[in-house]
């Protein structure tokens, strides 16, 4: 038990970042087949409100239990946001890219291709939010 505790604890961070990138994940695949299918949005319109739920919810989940954000200073908590939902438009962007060319390219399902570029976003997420928008206060000072 306590090898498998210090192994969460050297991996808490991915361990959380992908239990809380499964949940936005979640959120965004619902939500979308929520719009697409049972309202019958078209697949932009469904994409566009999926994917701000979903940025809504991984913003805070990523600022209080995966990266543990210590900003606390208004122009911090303002810089932290900018990055953040700059970075997810650009993943966003690049999402639907992905979505399109499956569905208007390959004239392939709308709700697997979601799935496909879900994925790839997660892991762009990780790498920019780690490297750039949660870095810790004395790293961001040195």
């Given at each position: 038990m306590t090898k498998l505790i210090d192994l969460y604890k050297k991996y808490e961070e991915t361990i959380l970042y992908l239990f809380f990138g499964g949940a936005t994940f979640v959120v965004?695949?619902?939500?979308?087949?929520?719009?697409?299918?049972?309202w019958h949005w078209s697949y932009t319109w469904a994409y566009i409100a999926s994917w701000f739920l979903a940025v809504l919810f991984a913003y805070l989940t990523n600022r209080i239990w995966v990266f543990k954000s210590e900003v606390r200073d208004l122009p911090g908590l303002f810089r932290e946001i900018w990055q953040f939902y700059l970075a997810r438009i650009v993943t966003g962007i690049l999402g639907w890219l992905i979505l399109a060319f499956g569905v208007r390219i390959l004239n392939q399902n709308d709700l697997i291709w979601n799935g496909i570029q879900n994925i790839f976003v997660i892991i762009?997420?990780?790498?920019?939010?780690?490297?750039?928008?949660?870095?810790?206060i004395e790293e961001m000072e040195g």
């Open positions: 965004s695949v619902v939500s979308y087949a929520l719009f697409s299918a049972v762009s997420n990780y790498v920019l939010s780690k490297l750039y928008i949660f870095k810790k």
